[in-house]
């Protein structure tokens, strides 16, 4: 795919063909313009469920939001033009009870939708915003990170693999190490999986020692825009050969290969924050866009309760 303004995307995950994959059939776009004029665009997964409707975020997708067509028009009237789309594309979209979607960092202007009573919940990503020469790369590495990758290359192998099913059964060792719920099911990675190797857009990391025991496993995602972190996992009872590290710095050197940036998907969890800022990506803050009436609102709580309960 040829980078330019043409693409009516922020990256992959707003694709047709990944929304194909995660939501099949449950998912539109509110357009501004149509063609070669297209002004804004905003996918959307309607779903419904027994007690309210929801627009949110699909699994496995980390980001969708809007796309604003660049314009070199001066700042004030830039912003003002955003604003107008911004309305354009919400009035377009179907009644829901329950609004929440995660907006790429490049939007940066979350006013419209404030005016139009959203709220909005700050998130943190970090990205390498240029994928340079191994010593540059390395070099932007905290201390502890090259430790850890020191050691892991004395313990463990990194295999590229197109095992989706065996890097499923490592994931999910970290969900139930953590007493949480999976987010995905197999089937929908599958899907995923099965676009993105037709398309030469993903790749599967296992560090594997000489028992064969697998230490760890990420998938990566990418285009030339952007590399993505998507999942990951391990083997609890062999979290301290550093092979997470080793995995992840052979995704960035790759992602040099093929991408601009890379997107550690960063979080507010203390220690995954730690170690993904370690790599020297840029910190990069994105939204959480969302709304909800009183019907929504009642059924979360007794979802979340719900929940709750479960995991006690």
Same mark, same amino acid.
């Given at each position: ?13 707003? =694709? ?36 309210? /409707? ?84 390395? /070099? ?11 050691? &892991?290359? +004395? ?7 197109? /095992? ?42 296992? &560090?594997? /020692? ?23 996992g391990g083997d609890p009872e062999l979290r ?19 991408? %601009? ?11 995954? =924050? ?32 719900? +929940? %709750?309960?479960?995991r006690r």
């Open positions: 795919m040829s980078n330019n303004l043409a693409r009516l995307t922020h990256g992959i995950f707003q =694709e047709d063909w990944w929304l194909d994959a995660v939501a099949p059939g449950a998912w539109g776009v509110a357009v501004v313009g149509h063609g070669n004029d297209t002004q804004a665009r905003l996918p959307y997964v309607l779903t419904k469920k027994p007690l309210y /409707d929801c627009i949110r975020q699909p699994c496995l997708t980390q980001t969708l939001g809007p796309w604003f067509r660049p314009t070199a028009q001066k700042v004030s009237s830039a912003l003002s033009r955003e604003h107008q789309l911004a309305e354009e594309l919400m009035a377009q979209l179907p009644r829901c009870d329950f609004f929440s979607m995660n907006f790429h960092h490049a939007i940066t202007n979350w006013l419209p939708y404030h005016w139009m009573k959203f709220e909005t919940v700050p998130k943190v990503t970090y990205v390498l915003e240029r994928l340079g020469t191994h010593d540059e790369l390395w /070099d932007g590495l905290a201390p502890n990170i090259r430790r850890e990758i020191r050691k &892991a290359q +004395k313990r463990v192998e990194v295999v590229r693999s197109d /095992d989706v099913d065996l890097f499923v059964e490592i994931n999910r060792k970290v969900f139930k190490r953590q007493r949480m719920d999976v987010p995905y099911t197999p089937e929908v990675l599958r899907r995923v999986d099965a676009v993105c190797a037709a398309r030469g857009a993903r790749q599967i990391y296992f &560090a594997r /020692d000489e028992q064969g025991r697998i230490h760890a496993a990420i998938y990566i995602v990418y285009d030339d825009r952007c590399a993505y972190y998507l999942l990951g301290t050969s550093g092979a997470t590290s080793l995995l992840m710095w052979n995704a960035v050197l790759d992602a040099a290969k093929t991408s %601009a940036q890379f997107n550690f998907e960063g979080s507010v969890i203390a220690g995954i =924050e730690r170690f993904v800022r370690a790599f020297g990506g840029e910190q990069k803050t994105y939204m959480n866009v969302r709304r909800a009436n009183a019907k929504a609102t009642i059924a979360l709580m007794v979802r979340d309760a719900f +929940k %709750a309960v479960r």
